[in-house]
């Protein structure tokens, strides 16, 4: 699977509401944003799985994209759905509803050709299925995880376990502090390297992104837009984003290959923010992130 990153996560349908409106059953999942977001930069192929619900529509913005969804079990029953509403400012979400449906028995089986993957990112699921993934895939030279609050307090131990063979490992601030009990995000983050993690990424949302790593500390901001739609799945980009620049590398292991990542996932994350769903994401035109990215670098630039 020459420059293919694996993708294990959850395919799912949102139900969203915010102050720009209302979307109602639209494409979500950790798996969706980060595959269709790495798909820019390699060739994603995924594992989850969806219930009969699950259509054609549903499917074309992963075959627009490139996305091979041949790993894609569907079983009798319905999709993950999940229900929430943002406050104003777009950053904090109230859940309504959580509908795991056949997701709640999704048991990962590798292909052959999967099991051979060079780049793997594992998102937001549980560290038991995380660790049953690891065990199949023969020698990555890329491994990347993303988790979140309620793994980090029920399934520790085996995130733990996870963490010492992951390569690349992301959580936003409020879970970095949870898992290290340490409140200053660069503390928390050599905290983090310790437990077994070869370099740290911690999203900060509408503040942009740290790395903690032995090769150095950086801060990115995040690429500035003026209208923002939506925030779900923002964090899926940004890690399926950079870990697809990074696996689309020879040698993807040093400082400057992860500030680029970190920039890329940026500027993957403002796209995915002007719209509900994968809209956006999914139909970005030739020349659109080149243009960001040279934009991003002038701010940056003093």
């Known amino acids: 699977m020459k420059n293919r990153i694996l993708v294990v996560g959850s395919v799912a349908f949102d139900s969203i509401e915010n102050s720009r409106g ?3 059953r639209v494409l979500g999942g950790a798996a969706s944003y980060s595959s269709i977001s790495a798909s820019y930069f390699a060739q994603p192929s995924v594992v989850a799985v969806v219930g009969t619900d699950f259509t054609s529509k549903d499917r074309a913005p992963f075959k627009k994209c490139g996305v091979d969804i041949s790993g894609l079990e569907v079983k009798e029953g319905k999709t993950f759905h999940w229900g929430g509403s943002y406050d104003k400012d777009l950053k904090n979400a109230t859940t309504h509803f959580t509908d795991l449906n056949v997701f709640q028995d999704f048991n990962p089986v590798l292909s052959k050709d999967q099991q051979d993957a060079k780049a793997v990112f594992l998102a937001n699921i549980d560290p038991e299925l995380q660790l049953s993934v690891l065990k199949q895939v023969k020698n990555p030279k890329l491994v990347a995880c993303d988790t ?3 793994w980090i307090s029920s399934r520790k131990e085996a995130l733990l376990k996870v963490l010492k063979k992951t390569d690349l490992f992301f959580l936003n601030e409020a879970e970095a502090r949870q898992l ?3 409140y200053n995000l660069i503390t928390a ?3 983090i390297l310790k437990m077994g993690a070869k370099h740290v990424i911690i999203k900060l949302g509408p503040n942009g992104s740290m790395l903690v790593s032995k090769l150095g500390i950086v801060q ?5 837009l003026e209208q923002v739609y939506d925030t779900t799945g923002a964090g899926d980009t940004f890690g399926g984003g950079a870990t697809g620049y990074l696996a689309s590398l020879r040698k993807w292991d040093t400082l400057s290959a992860i500030k680029r990542a970190m920039m890329i996932g940026n500027v993957m994350a403002s796209f ?3 719209s509900f769903s994968v809209k956006r994401l999914a139909g970005i035109k030739e020349g659109e992130i080149e243009k960001r990215l040279n934009e991003y670098t002038s701010m940056l630039r003093f």
């Open 180 to 182: 290290t009990g340490e």
């Open 272 to 274: 995915t923010i002007e």
């Open 148 to 150: 979140m609050n309620y």
């Open 220 to 224: 990115f901001p995040p690429y500035i």
């Open 189 to 191: 983050g050599k905290k």
């Open 22 to 24: 209302r979307a109602e």
